[in-house]
């Protein structure tokens, strides 16, 4: 295969999801194809606490965070949000006419954040630049995301920006765009990928923890931002004193406030059977050591929860979207995890009778269906063929 290029477009304003599945397409393609560069166009402000391999880079535009309201601001510069907006878009659009990809993919957020990527996007539309928008297997619900979508611009734009939509999951977990009000154009040119598959590292270039004792629960928020009340929730049963079947790891996430994960470490200080750190850039390691996991429902955790086949329960948030909710509504119909309702009481004995019960769950691999994790398998054949035909 003659030298290609990829750029991938990951907003991440806030968490982390953004940039690892961003991240493990990269990485799954460079070894794939062995004259392929991917460039990633990013606002994560911790991306450089990954590793990447050769042929993989990221562009670092300048950050912004969502703020509790809804609204955006600038991360780290003193200007105004349309002065950080204006130099991100700048940046994604001369960028991409530098690099020249042969395919642009864009990762949920169809226009970008703001958007920031129209213009690239309908420049491109000039060009034999193949462009893809990447859909998580839930984006909300239907309602919801009409509105969003309805209010950002998005339709009658994405029906003619994209050649293809590529939804990161399998069919049977639903479509992630039924009931939007779309072209009927749309729903020829999705493809499910199925679920993208997690390994552990080969080489752990950077430990950020040592790895605990073992047997030990996995307690993840993944970024954390929006994981106060689900750490105080299970963190509040081992403090209890009642039996649990393991020693808990909390990860609290490099986003979680620093007030709270403050207090979340000086109650930790008091337990016998817990330990807590911030972050760890290798969280598959930590997971495929566990013996369970509670997690929130993300989209990557899920993937990590299935790929590593460990128990788990999902507390999943229903605010501001009720993605993980759907999610871990549609797993938990299927055997393949235990869902507690976050929006209930949210009682100390609740969470004991779901963490000792935890132990006697079947894995996932047992209702889980073949093919579900053939995602990167899928990205990698549908990428060669798309290479091909630009080529011909």
Partial sequence: MKSRRLLIYSHDSFGLGHLRRCRTLAHALVDAYKDLSVLILTGSPIIGRFDFKARVDFVRIPGVIKLHNGDYTSLALHIDLADTLALR????LHTTRVFAPDLFLVDKEPLGLKGEVHATLR?????????????????????????????????GEIETLYDEYWVYGPRAMGNPLQGLPLDPSVEPRMRYTGYLRRDIPAIANAVDYPPPEQPYLLVTPGGGGDGIEMIDWVLRAYESGAAMPWRALFVLGPFMPQAERQQFMQRAEGIDLVDMITFDAQLERLMANASGVVAMGGYNTFCEILSLNRPALI????????????????????????????????????MIEALQQLPRQPLPSVHQAPGWLDGLDNVIRRVGELFEETSA
């Fill in 89 to 92: 878009e700048s940046i994604i």
């Fill in 123 to 155: 420049m491109l539309r000039e060009t034999p630049t193949r462009t893809v928008l990447g859909l998580r297997d839930v984006m909300d619900a239907p309602e919801l995301l009409t509105e969003e979508w309805r209010n950002k611009g998005v339709f």
């Fill in 315 to 350: 507390l999943p948030r229903s605010h501001p979207r009720r993605e993980q909710l759907i999610r871990a509504q549609n797993a938990a119909r299927l055997n393949l995890v235990t869902l507690l309702d976050s929006d209930g009481p949210r009682t100390t004995g609740e």
